[in-house]
């Protein structure tokens, strides 16, 4: 039976109340066990510093990438650890230069198009997971969430200001787009959005058709400036050719827990 050594003791009530009044809640988490080590092991006062200053930086960093990830509002928690690199016909190279997130840095787009159930969605929100946990933000967004958006704010004069707040996300997602008829309000806040981030911020679009028929979506003016706009700094990728992974794995009985016999 393995017993556990005993706890270290509580911190000295006025070190408490100090480290809370300067909001140290990391220094405070571990200062007992550290104190504790430091004084068996005879660590020198700026190793025992050090060690605590490390803690506090790396919770906060650890905060603020989860305060990152619920702002971006990423929908299903599709990380690269469950992402198949090898049944996507994205070409592994392809797939390893996103992976660097250096096209976010140089403000260029991702498309990434072809038939439902083909992984567009898993690989553009993993990347997205990918990128807050490299320190970027992200903004997640579907075509009727930004009509949304541009109606709530039409009625102050506010839309402006909101798709300016929206791009200052290092990468906007918005994702299946084509699976539904596009609104007036949706197309246009698909401008709005595309204009606003030409060269200054990334978008990553996942759609069952390539850009070039957005006009069969939209009105065509609209299409042709949209299209323009996000075409001219994109890397289009392709996702047809085959089977989807939902009907795959349904087919083979994955889809569900088995029932009890």
Request: proline share 4%.
């Given at each position: 039976m393995t017993v556990k050594p005993p706890a270290p003791p509580p911190l000295p009530a006025e070190l408490d109340r100090?480290?809370?009044?300067?909001?140290?809640?990391?220094?405070?988490g571990a200062a007992p066990e550290v104190i504790a080590t430091a004084t068996a092991q005879r660590w020198e006062p700026a190793e025992v510093l050090?060690?605590?200053?490390?803690?506090?930086?790396?919770?906060?960093?650890?905060?603020?990438?989860?305060?990152?990830?619920?702002a971006s509002q990423l929908p299903a928690g599709k990380t690269l650890d469950a992402w198949d690199e090898t049944a996507s016909p994205i070409p592994k190279a392809t797939q390893q230069a996103l992976r660097t997130l250096e096209w976010i840095s140089r403000a260029e787009n991702l498309c990434v198009?072809?038939?439902?159930?083909?992984?567009?969605s898993h690989w553009v929100e993993a990347l997205g997971h990918h990128a807050i946990d490299r320190g970027k933000t992200v903004a997640w967004h579907t075509l009727e969430t930004l009509a949304a958006l541009l109606r709530r704010h039409r009625a102050d004069d506010?839309?402006?200001?909101?798709?300016?707040?929206?791009?200052r996300a290092d990468l906007v997602v918005i994702d299946d787009v084509g699976l539904l008829p596009v609104s007036t309000d949706a197309a246009e806040a698909l401008f709005r959005v595309v204009d606003a981030a030409y060269e200054r911020r990334s978008i990553a679009l996942t759609s069952n058709i390539h850009p070039a028929g957005f006009d069969e979506l939209m009105p065509k003016s609209i299409a042709v400036a949209t299209v323009d706009r996000f075409l001219h700094h994109a890397h289009v990728l392709l996702t047809d050719g085959i089977e989807s992974y939902r009907l795959a794995q349904a087919t083979a009985g994955k889809g569900v827990t088995p029932l009890a016999s």
């Open positions: 100090l480290l809370r009044r300067l909001r140290l809640p990391y220094v405070r050090r060690v605590l200053l490390a803690e506090e930086a790396a919770g906060r960093d650890q905060a603020t990438i989860q305060m990152r990830r619920r198009c072809g038939p439902s159930g083909t992984g567009k506010s839309t402006n200001k909101a798709i300016a707040k929206l791009i």
